[in-house]
Nanobody, 120 residues
Framework: QVQLVESGGGLVQAGGSLRLSCAASGNIYIINAMGWYRQAPGKQRELVATVTRDGRGNLADSVKGRFTISRDNGKSTVYLQMNSLKPEDTAVYYC??????????????WGQGTQVTVSA
């Protein structure tokens, strides 16, 4: 069993900041890429940011210069620092963790989602 626990969502005014965290635990041999996706009402889930095991990040154009993704391999945790938030950032944010389980199988798993609401 693998658990992904997200935290850090909430309500913030435009221009404010939030930090999301996603901690993985359980039967994991090694974690590879980690990332964040979001889904706004009536829209498809979209990529926000990803980070490789060695810390190389990739951000969607819509969040470049405002969001930062990072990870702590010792804590099996990925973070998303969101600054200068805009109303259009409002969505449910999901973490995605790609790992190899103890049996050697590759798995892509999702967190439960955390709501981020940015008021104008």
């Amino acid at each position: 069993q693998v658990q992904l626990v997200e935290s850090g969502g909430g309500l913030v005014q435009a221009g404010g900041s939030l930090r999301l965290s996603c901690a993985a635990s359980g039967n994991i041999y090694i974690i590879n890429a980690m990332g964040w996706y979001r889904q706004a009402p009536g829209k498809q889930r979209e990529l926000v940011a990803t980070v490789t095991r060695d810390g190389r990040g990739n951000l969607a154009d819509s969040v470049k210069g405002r969001f930062t993704i990072s990870r702590d391999n010792g804590k099996s945790t990925v973070y998303l620092q969101m600054n200068s938030l805009k109303p259009e950032d409002t969505a449910v944010y999901y973490c995605n963790v790609n790992y190899m389980g103890l049996l050697g199988l590759g798995v892509s798993d999702w967190g439960q989602g955390t709501q981020v609401t940015v008021s104008a």
